[in-house]
């Protein structure tokens, strides 16, 4: 009996630990025509390119920053007051997320999924913040959208582009 619990979970951290890290595509990129940045998932087309050769650890960098730099763009407009309100809504309203994401991307998930069909956000634990509260949810997930974008942008001027 313990010899088979002992399989059991050796196979478990063995399948956790090889869990390959999900590429953050969504299906529209534009590093094919010619974009140092994906207007899609945002990440650089060095990274697109070579995604499938990145080890975990780079993948999971790749990750992080993006992250980072989402969650820094929805803060700037929308509060997470609960987390557990917001956890319990995502799953009642069937949203894939990333549990292991901060809640801000959680929210922008959320809003792709259907700014249209929320009509408070308060019901999700979540509040615009005041500079935000006359724009609708459609016009805040394109900001976000928009300004995620230009910080991606930025941050590869900063780090990877060569003036010729």
């Not at 979970?9 to 590093?31: W, Y």
């Not at 259907?114 to 913040?129: E, P, V």
């Not at 006359?134 to 990877?160: G, P, T, V």
């Amino acid at each position: 009996m313990f010899l088979v619990y002992w399989n059991w979970l050796s196979n478990k951290a063995m399948n956790e630990k090889h869990k390959r890290v999900k590429t953050p595509c969504i299906g529209v990129c534009s590093t094919g025509i010619g974009d140092s940045v994906c207007r899609g998932c945002k990440r650089f087309n060095h990274e697109v390119i070579h995604w499938n050769s990145y080890t975990d650890g780079e993948k999971k960098a790749v990750l992080n920053r993006l992250q980072l730099l989402l969650a820094q763009v929805v803060s700037d407009k929308i509060q997470v007051y609960d987390v557990d309100k917001l956890t319990d809504e995502i799953k009642r309203q069937q949203v894939r997320v990333n549990d292991h994401s901060d809640p801000h991307c959680w929210v922008f998930d959320l809003l792709k999924a259907g700014a249209t069909q929320i009509s408070d956000l308060n019901t999700f634990g979540c509040r615009l913040r005041p500079a935000w509260q006359n724009s609708s949810l459609i016009d805040i997930r394109n900001l976000i959208d928009a300004h995620f974008f230009e910080l991606s942008s930025a941050h590869y001027q900063r780090y990877f582009f060569t003036p010729l």
